[in-house]
Structures are given as C-alpha cells and as structure tokens.
C-alpha cells in the first residue's frame, strides 16, 4: 500500500500494454502514467554487464538470429549470456512473440518489427528512473528481480550480487528509499537477507505450484516482505491472502493484463475489483499501469 492506503502499481516491464516490454520508452511512459514502481528482469551478458531483459535467451524479443547467424546453442536459442554488451547493443528489441514463431504473443499491442528499440543496461534504466524522478518531482520506485540466480551461478556469474551492488550504488538500500528485490528462488533470497540484512525489502515471488500452506507463509516472513503469487493463486479462493497477512507479509499478485483475462472475467474492471476491493492487495504488477490507476481512482 502506499501512504494514501491503496494498493501500488508496479508496471510490469514497463508500460508493456502499450510498448515493447524492458524498452526504456516504455519506461519513460509508465512513468509518465504515474506508476508507483517499475520493473526491472536483470539478466547478465557474457562480459558481466547487467541487462533489464525478461528471457535468458534472445529469441522472442529481438532480430539475434538474422544478426548472429550460427551463434545459437544446440537448442536452437540465442543466449543473453553468450553475448558482449557490444554485440547486443546492435539488437533491435521487438513485441514479444510467440515461442513456435506463429505470431506476436499479443496481437493488439505495438506492431512487430517496427521501431528501434534496444536493450538497456540496468545503470541505463536506473539513470532514466532517476532522472525523471528529478525532472517530473514525482518518484517512481525500482522493482528488480534476480532472474534464474542458479543458471547465472553455473555460468560463474553472481547475478544477485551484482544487481545489490548496483541498487546500492544508486541509492537503494532500504525500503524508504523506494525499491524492492524480487525472485522466484528462495534459497537466494535467504541468501541476499543473510549478506545485505533485514533493510533490504525482499519479495519472495510464488508460481501456482508453490507451497501456500501457513507454516511455508510463516517460513517466507522470516526473510522477505512480501510475496508475489499468480492471481489465481489469490483469488477466487481468499485463503491465501488471509494466511500471508497473519504472517504480515505484502501481497503483490501478478500479472493484470487488460488483453489477457483470465477465465471467468469479462472486463479489466472485473478483474481489478476483487482485488483491490475485497482482498485489498498491498500492490499490483500490471502491463497497464495508466488503466489500473484510473480504477484506482475512480472507486475512490
Ligand atoms: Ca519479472
């Protein structure tokens, strides 16, 4: 929640609904929509630069495979990590696609292959947060997640090391100063507490196979703030939310997407209202911040 008692918008990769998810115009526009926080995927390229990209590999998001003809692993996949700043610096960044290459992952959204996009580096994106926290006088926070820490420790990179360096660089070192730290693996977040301390707010991110029960809660408060469940996770059935809140943990659930209802929702409107209304979820990770906002501010 913020000050005012209503829930955070975290726009999930950006203004994604709109723009090329991780692009910095993306960025800059859900800022300028008034989200609370903007997201950060943090991957590592193969000279130890820090990345705000979602896949480990390239494919769905860029033209790799017509630049770097023969530089795909035996999978097939162009790897983030297999890759210089240099080289990925000449990508153009494109709508996500599909991963059997049938199409556009969401067709409605900014055409495929049009623009000129690339990927930023994390110290990049910090700058342009920052920068327009100054210019605007309105402070967008920074929500960063540590993508698959064990895949980048196998190819001798410490990811979460790294990124917390970063952050701390920036600024960021405790919840005042507006940031959050989010993964999916706990034993990395255990990690990040153990090494960075109890400041550090730490969002311990839930897949729908993930334990919920009250004693795994209870285990997750003792070293994050927070979780971040799949919305089916948390709604229609409430329980969740009623056990992390005995455990005082914040509930950012993930991810509202207006084009992309899930099962038995007809309307964005639908969706949004149980959440904010009834489970009243500290935070929403969202690809339409400007439309999450509006809701916000329309029921008051
Ligand atoms: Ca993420």
């Given at each position: 929640?913020?000050?005012?008692?209503?829930?955070?918008?975290?726009?999930?990769?950006?203004?994604?609904?709109?723009?090329?998810?991780?692009?910095?115009?993306?960025?800059?526009?859900?800022?300028?929509?008034?989200?609370?926080?903007?997201?950060?995927?943090?991957?590592?390229?193969?000279?130890?630069?820090?990345?705000?990209?979602?896949?480990?590999?390239?494919?769905?998001?860029t033209d790799v495979g017509?630049?770097?003809?023969?530089?795909?692993?035996?999978?097939?996949?162009?790897?983030?990590?297999?890759?210089?700043?240099?080289?990925?610096?000449?990508?153009?960044?494109?709508?996500?696609?599909?991963?059997?290459?049938?199409?556009?992952?969401?067709?409605?959204?900014?055409?495929?292959?049009?623009?000129?996009?690339?990927?930023?580096?994390?110290?990049?994106?910090?700058?342009?947060?920052?920068?327009?926290?100054?210019?605007?006088?309105?402070?967008?926070?920074?929500?960063?997640?540590?993508?698959?820490?064990?895949?980048?420790?196998?190819?001798?990179?410490?990811?979460?090391?790294?990124?917390?360096?970063?952050?701390?660089?920036?600024?960021y070192r405790t919840a005042?100063?507006?940031?959050?730290?989010?993964?999916?693996?706990?034993?990395?977040?255990?990690?990040?507490?153990?090494?960075?301390?109890?400041?550090?707010?730490?969002?311990?991110?839930?897949?729908?196979?993930?334990?919920?029960?009250?004693?795994?809660?209870?285990?997750?408060?003792?070293?994050?703030?927070?979780?971040?469940?799949?919305?089916?996770?948390?709604?229609?059935?409430?329980?969740?939310?009623?056990?992390?809140?005995?455990?005082?943990?914040?509930?950012?659930?993930?991810?509202?997407?207006?084009?992309?209802?899930?099962?038995?929702?007809?309307?964005?409107?639908?969706?949004?209202?149980?959440?904010?209304?009834?489970?009243?979820?500290?935070?929403?990770?969202?690809?339409?911040?400007?439309?999450?906002?509006?809701?916000?501010?329309?029921?008051?």
């Amino acid at each position: 929640m913020t000050g005012s008692g209503r829930p955070v918008v975290i726009a999930h990769r950006g203004a994604s609904g709109y723009l090329p998810e991780h692009t910095l115009p993306g960025k800059a526009l859900a800022h300028g929509m008034g989200a609370d926080f903007l997201e950060q995927d943090v991957v590592a390229s193969s000279d130890g630069q820090l990345l705000v990209f979602h896949d480990l590999h390239l494919d769905q998001l860029t033209d790799v495979g017509r630049q770097f003809p023969g530089r795909a692993r035996p999978d097939g996949r162009h790897y983030c990590i297999d890759f210089s700043l240099q080289e990925l610096r000449t990508l153009t960044v494109t709508e996500r696609q599909r991963g059997d290459g049938s199409g556009p992952r969401f067709p409605a959204r900014f055409p495929a292959n049009t623009g000129s996009f690339r990927i930023p580096t994390l110290e990049e994106e910090l700058d342009l947060i920052q920068g327009l926290n100054r210019s605007t006088g309105r402070r967008a926070g920074v929500y960063a997640e540590i993508k698959a820490p064990g895949w980048h420790t196998e190819h001798r990179f410490g990811l979460g090391d790294r990124l917390l360096e970063t952050l701390r660089a920036f600024g960021y070192r405790t919840a005042a100063d507006g940031f959050f730290v989010q993964c999916f693996c706990a034993a990395e977040l255990r990690r990040v507490r153990a090494r960075y301390g109890g400041d550090v707010p730490l969002i311990q991110l839930l897949d729908d196979a993930g334990d919920v029960s009250r004693e795994a809660l209870a285990a997750i408060a003792g070293y994050a703030q927070g979780i971040g469940p799949t919305i089916g996770m948390a709604w229609p059935d409430r329980g969740l939310v009623s056990r992390a809140r005995e455990s005082g943990l914040l509930i950012h659930p993930y991810t509202f997407r207006a084009d992309d209802l899930p099962e038995g929702f007809r309307t964005f409107t639908e969706l949004l209202t149980p959440f904010i209304e009834l489970l009243e979820v500290d935070g929403l990770f969202t690809d339409f911040p400007d439309l999450v906002i509006a809701h916000i501010r329309q029921r008051g």
